[in-house]
């Protein structure tokens, strides 16, 4: 290209992008993209974005809608901080967001302040709705979410191991993080209530590598436990498995985790050690959900070549912008605090089944469903 | 339960004693704390998941691959860190103390971020060059891979001992480390024995990145912090600029946190806070570490 040509075509952009500004309206997904939880984020953007590009080609409002990622890191810091940059952009009219719950608790508070209407796809601690009716909470509820909660997965896990697995003694391990510890706490309940006895509670450290030395104390623990339940996220669960499997912990000893560690990147930490765990996911795996059928096909469809698979909470997400797009026609136009309203009255069927929800901001479509790892084709199955 | 804790403490000793004895090498002769240290440990890990790929297909896989995988790692990581003196730490040497210090802290950062930007923000896995299979010995499983672990840091430790003690490169460094000026009018060349020192530093510290990648089975840009700031630890807590010292240190830094969490009720999780405080405790006692010498301060 000649100089000259260089300069026409820059002019032509630049001409371009002075015109009159189409007017566009933000749904802001604030979730991690970097980091060791970023591989989740990236799948909850892309579902995001697939569901604004189809709204856009489907003509369902007469201004653009655009997704705009934020990324949390993961870090509850800087997810206050981005939730300070979101309510400071006029544009932005509601909030997918955010994947963790320690993320979620803070940044729903700023959220308050605006106020604008936070869905969460992912956030799974009972403290992400229930701050709302706690004293120090300022500004209205704003925060909804379209997955169920701990405390119907962890007791689930709970029965599950206590009724399928016939396991009596099970040992507690958490990660000390709002959605770790919860998790483990409902467990705990449940289990004990049902006669089961956890002989050992322990937290790690996220970011640990090294849990041998614990794995160890389990292994010879005296009241001989039969599995451990993990409250956590991958990273460590995938690293757990791995020393524990190098430790002679197979089967029939069990280890049982929650959705925060069921995602394909287990099997990158873990290899073939993830084989047999036992990962509650909230909701029926996207795979076996006849109403997910097509969203599946269409995820697919949009994002091949970028080499992604779909990730264990895109359809959570995909349906929260839904919900959103629901909630803004009915308020008649992008208004942040009567989309607010909207979200709340919201009666939805989709990807998920029906999606309402109660006076907290939960959503009443509370499914749990427990799947097994499968290494050699990094699959999931659900098992009863 | 305690032989298996012995050989989890051994393991995770190894690693330390291996990343602390870089820190001493480097403390020794220059007096500086290379603070990247720990991102010459990471790239000698992703040095040897890139070759992982390509090894195969030279060596083959099984211990030959693995031999092989290791050096390559090993000359990278050395070659890196000769580069980082070259370029960051040479040109400040006489002006100040404080001015190498920061401009390691500095190479840190930029080798993390530019893994993150470039690379990948991700874990990656790591691959197992041999097929590790767990043998019983004595009530205790252990893996071939720790077995492979705590060989490979032996030997490296035994190559170091004697290219210390019984070479003349290793007693141009010991003189160095003495007295860097009479060394230097005794008609060493001062300036090749520290980038050779910095060489061996860094070559330990990739083998130690390669093993820790095998260890954890994944591996991430900022795997280095952790275990660096533990090794450094290590390091004065046997008397840093010792090389036995340093050894010292990791193997108790690592049985102090095996013992911790496996023996203390819910240690877990207060591991670090025990080793720390028993090295607090232990430079209380012994300002200078447990084998480090009392040495005038150098004007």
Not at chain 1, 50 to 64: D, G, L, Q, T, W
Not at chain 2, 81 to 95: F, G
């Amino acid at each position: 290209m000649t100089l000259r040509k260089a300069f026409a075509v820059a002019a032509v952009v630049l001409a371009a992008s002075c015109g009159p500004k189409e007017k566009t309206v933000k749904i802001a997904v604030a979730v991690p993209l970097t980091g060791d939880m970023g591989t989740e984020g990236q799948g909850l953007r892309r579902a995001v974005e697939m569901a604004v590009e189809e709204a856009n080609a489907a003509k369902r409002f007469p201004y653009k809608l655009v997704a705009a990622p934020y990324d949390d890191r993961a870090d509850p810091k800087e997810a206050v901080n981005v939730a300070n940059l979101i309510i400071s952009d006029p544009n932005v009219v509601a909030v997918v967001g955010h994947y963790n719950s320690g993320c979620a608790i803070p940044a729903a508070k700023v959220y308050a302040r605006a106020p604008v209407a936070m869905i969460s796809p992912a956030a799974t601690n009972p403290e992400v709705t229930a701050q709302q009716d706690s004293t120090d909470w300022s500004g209205p509820r704003i925060v909804f979410r379209v997955v169920p909660t701990d405390d119907v997965q962890g007791s689930y896990a709970a029965q599950f191991a206590f009724k399928s697995l016939g396991k009596r003694r099970m040992t507690l391990l958490h990660d000390k993080t709002p959605y770790g510890q919860g998790l483990g706490e409902q467990f705990k309940k449940t289990f004990i209530g049902l006669g089961g006895k956890i002989v050992s509670e322990d937290g790690v450290s996220v970011g640990d590598k090294d849990f041998k030395a614990l794995l160890t104390k389990v292994r010879s623990d005296a009241s001989k436990p039969e599995g451990i339940y993990f409250g956590g996220l991958y990273t460590e669960a995938g690293l757990l498995l791995k020393q524990m499997r190098e430790l002679g912990l197979k089967e029939p000893f069990a280890f049982i985790s929650g959705d925060g560690s069921k995602t394909p990147s287990i099997f990158d930490v873990a290899g073939d050690a993830a084989d047999g765990a036992y990962l509650s996911i909230v909701g029926v795996p996207v795979e076996e959900l006849p109403s997910a059928k097509t969203f599946v096909e269409d995820y697919k469809k949009r994002w091949t070549g970028s080499g992604e698979e779909l990730k264990p909470f895109d359809h959570f997400g995909y349906e929260a912008a839904q919900v959103i797009f629901a909630a803004i026609e009915r308020a008649g136009g992008p208004d942040r605090t009567k989309v607010i309203e909207e979200i709340r009255k919201t009666d939805y069927t989709g990807v998920l089944g029906r999606t309402t929800f109660d006076a907290k901001g939960d959503t009443l479509n509370k499914i749990v469903t427990m799947t097994r790892a499968r290494a050699k084709d990094r699959a999931f199955p659900s098992v009863k | 339960m305690l032989i298996q804790q012995i050989v989890n403490g051994l393991t995770l000793g190894a690693i330390y004693s291996l990343i602390a004895l870089g820190y001493t090498l480097v403390y020794g002769i220059l007096t500086m704390i290379n603070f990247a240290h720990s991102e010459v440990l990471m790239l000698g890990a992703f040095m040897a998941l890139g070759l992982a790929a390509l090894l195969p297909a030279v060596f083959g896989t099984g211990l030959v691959g693995l031999a092989g995988m290791f050096i390559l790692s090993m000359a990278g990581a050395g070659l890196i860190n000769v580069i980082i003196e070259r370029l960051a730490y040479r040109p400040l040497r006489h002006i100040s103390r404080l001015a190498p210090l920061i401009s390691a802290i500095g190479v840190s950062i930029i080798l993390q971020n530019g893994v993150f930007l470039w690379v990948s923000t991700q874990s990656l896995r790591f691959p197992e060059p041999v097929v590790i299979d767990q043998v019983q010995v004595f009530g205790a499983t252990v893996s071939t891979l720790q077995i492979i672990i705590l060989a490979a840091a032996l030997i490296l430790m035994g190559l170091l001992h004697f290219f210390v003690e019984h070479t003349k490169l290793g007693k141009a460094m010991r003189a160095c480390s003495d007295d860097i000026q009479t060394a230097g009018l005794m008609g060493i060349n001062s300036d090749y024995i520290i980038a050779l020192t910095f060489f061996v530093g860094g070559a330990l510290g990739g083998a130690a990145g390669v093993l820790y990648g095998m260890n954890y089975g994944s591996i991430k840009y900022n795997l280095g912090f952790l275990p660096g700031a533990k090794a450094f630890t290590a390091a004065v807590l046997g008397g840093i600029g010792n090389i036995r010292g340093a050894v010292l240190g990791g193997f108790i830094l690592g049985f102090l946190e095996v013992l911790a969490s496996g023996y203390i009720p819910n240690g877990a999780q207060w591991r670090d806070v025990i080793a720390f405080t028993v090295l607090i405790i232990v430079l209380l006692v012994r300002p200078s570490g447990l084998l480090g010498e009392k040495i005038a301060e150098k004007v």
